[in-house]
């Protein structure tokens, strides 16, 4: 990828959107999708961070998912818990940084310690972040956010759009550049609303297991054709 031609996005979101579909279109369990998904996500993300991208967001799991199967849900959360203990030695390797956005409620005490353990361990990190939206809602993180700003003792009249930002969950993650959500749907549900008030979007068809390397420079050059007007 010339990356000297194209404007590269601060900040990406995807929805990884389409892991059970394509599991199902394989004929394999669920759980199969969510693997295949898990390692589709590797290689976009190494992709974006190459092309220069600092931030790539994830959408993992949502605070709607645990009506789910029970089944599945605990898979999710092992496969969580693999990205904060087997996976971080790579992430240290490579200078990510993680930040995770979302509610410690409902999580084990082990994967909590995990999340805790990831972000201290690559907070020093630069260039290069990682936010995992995981057990979360866009609407719960502004409700914290008003709810954490009156508890630093802000009058409600004096809560102001900036100060619900610096108490958003990770609050040194920008705004989302351009949302990417995978599978063919055309909705948000609940990603990182207040972030994405100014943001592009691209929905492409795949279902996220079928992500590679070319999407990423195809999400890219897409970005580097459209005009952001920020209201103007």
């Not at 904060?84 to 409620?105: M, N, P, S």
């Not at 990417?180 to 691209?202: I, P």
């Not at 992500?211 to 890219?220: A, G, L, P, S, W």
Request: aromatic content about 10%; some cysteine; hydrophobic content about 40%.
């Amino acid at each position: 990828m010339d990356t000297e031609t194209l404007n590269i996005p601060v900040h990406v979101g995807f929805i990884l959107d389409g892991n059970r579909r394509w599991a199902r279109s394989h004929s394999l369990p669920d759980m199969d999708g969510h693997l295949s998904g898990y390692n589709a996500l590797k290689e976009v993300m190494s992709s974006c961070f190459d092309a220069g991208v600092e931030y790539v967001s994830i959408y993992t799991f949502s605070t709607e998912n645990w009506q789910r199967d029970g089944k599945e849900v605990s898979g999710l959360m092992k496969l969580a818990l693999r990205v904060v203990t087997t996976d971080l030695k790579d992430l240290i390797k490579d200078r990510i940084r993680v930040r995770f956005l979302g509610r410690a409620e409902g999580l084990s005490g082990k994967l909590i310690k995990g999340i805790e353990t990831a972000e201290e361990k690559t907070k020093h990190f630069t260039g290069k972040t990682l936010a995992i939206c995981f057990n979360y809602g866009g609407q719960q993180e502004i409700v914290d956010a008003v709810q954490a700003s009156i508890a630093d003792g802000v009058a409600p009249e004096a809560i102001t759009a900036d100060v619900i930002t610096t108490h958003l969950y990770a609050p040194d993650v920008p705004p989302v550049d351009m949302v990417v959500r995978t599978s063919g749907e055309q909705r948000l549900s609940n990603f990182m609303l207040w972030r994405v008030v100014y943001s592009e979007f691209m929905f492409i068809e795949k279902f996220w297991p079928d992500m590679t390397k070319q999407d990423v420079t195809d999400i890219i050059k897409e970005y580097t054709r459209r005009t952001r007007r920020f209201g103007a």
